[in-house]
């Protein structure tokens, strides 16, 4: 049935994301699913019990709009014993629906039509569209292929008078890079004496290894008072289907960070926030994470180390990048779909993190899975 053209898309060079897209083919496929970025164990009995006492306690109604002040309060508490940063938890700490929408949240609530924000590619994809929605331009720099580093020369390059905002992820989604104390120096002295605004996309920030240190803006007094910090607890607690994440930030920030979240979601899971907010008094239920994943880690590149990819170990996130240049000169889209259908499975090729869809012959894999499904997607790329 056809129906009149009522509107103009606003986004209309999107379509449906390729987590989505390469997640139905390993479905279709009944091929292992390293693609989309979710764990296959389970979380804490123990965090699954404490949602259950608090849901039969009869907290299922609505939680005040910035979040239970008892979870703001060990987010505090978490903060400041990480990195030194002292956030008030009545106006500087808001709980979220996950990552992607407190994203979402200081994009709308501070970018204005004509605002340049910059990117850098690979770039996750939630930025660009949000940038968008909102009348922004998006600026996009590419990161330093093999380590995907920044170049600062390049950045102080395409500031002006228009950038409004500078959006880092670290650990870095795709690549499994790291941003440096001496990055993050650097930034601050981009940014001094200017009005942008950063977003520091942090969903990661457990998942480091090797000894680093997982370098917060909210380490650098100077760039934490012009930054939205983005965390999550899907990640850090291997429950991205709750969707649980919260932003914190100076309160002229946060001021209008609320303003939009209140009629964007108002509220998040309540029985949830006080599970939360009871599990995080442990600290080894995060401090842990590291060398939990790292061991998964290690264990994934070992088993590679006999077949015909090339990698650099990441140096956090649950993602490995392989390269296929030795195997094959096809794109990476199509070489993924083979994979997939011809040898049973499935990751994301780089080249969908890039608005020009730059090809280095690269795939990114989720090694955030049991040691059995490890062994059988290594045994599978070793045959390749």
Not at 252 to 257: A, Q, S, V, Y
Not at 357 to 363: G, H, Q, R, S, V
């Amino acid at each position: 049935m056809k129906y009149p053209s009522l509107i103009k898309s606003k986004l209309p060079n999107i379509g449906t994301t390729i987590f989505t897209i390469m997640s139905k083919l390993a479905t279709d496929n009944n091929a292992i699913n390293l693609s989309q970025g979710f764990p296959d164990f389970s979380c804490s009995d123990e965090l699954i019990g404490l949602v259950n006492k608090y849901m039969l306690k009869g907290n299922n109604q609505y939680a005040p709009m910035a979040g239970l002040m008892g979870l703001r309060e060990v987010i505090a508490e978490k903060t400041e014993g990480l990195y030194s940063a002292k956030y008030n938890p009545e106006t500087e700490i808001t709980v979220t629906a996950g990552g992607t929408q407190a994203i979402f949240t200081a994009i709308t609530a501070i970018v204005r039509e004509g605002d340049e924000v910059i990117i850098f590619e690979p770039a996750y994809d939630c930025y660009q569209p949000a940038i968008e929605l909102n009348g922004g331009k998006t600026i996009y720099l590419q990161l330093k292929a093999p380590t995907y580093s920044i170049d600062w020369e390049q950045v102080k390059k395409v500031i002006n008078h228009r950038t409004k905002m500078i959006i880092i992820n670290t650990p870095h989604n795709p690549t499994g890079s790291i941003m440096t104390a001496s990055d993050m120096a650097k930034l601050e002295k981009l940014t001094k004496n200017t009005e942008i605004v950063i977003v520091s996309d942090e969903v990661y920030e457990h998942i480091i290894f090797d000894g680093f240190e997982h370098q917060s803006v909210a380490r650098f007094p100077k760039l934490a008072e012009r930054s939205f910090i983005i965390s999550s607890f899907g990640k850090t607690f291997h429950t991205t289907g709750w969707k649980m994440g919260y932003c914190v930030a100076p309160e002229n920030l946060m001021t209008e960070f609320r303003k939009v979240h209140q009629f964007l979601v108002f509220s998040v899971n309540t029985p949830i926030q006080h599970a939360l907010a009871e599990y995080l008094k442990n600290k080894e239920n995060y401090l842990s994470l590291g060398s939990f994943y790292q061991k998964k880690r290690d264990y994934f590149i070992d088993l590679l180390k006999g077949s015909k990819f090339e990698f650099i170990p990441a140096n956090g996130t649950y993602f490995q990048l392989l390269n296929y240049k030795g195997i094959s000169k096809e794109k990476d889209t199509d070489f993924a779909i083979r994979l997939t259908k011809e040898f049973g499975i499935a990751s994301i090729p780089m080249s969908v993190f890039y608005h020009e869809l730059i090809d280095n012959k690269a795939l990114r894999f989720c090694f955030a899975k049991k040691e059995e499904t490890l062994e059988k997607a290594a045994g599978i790329l070793c045959k390749i």
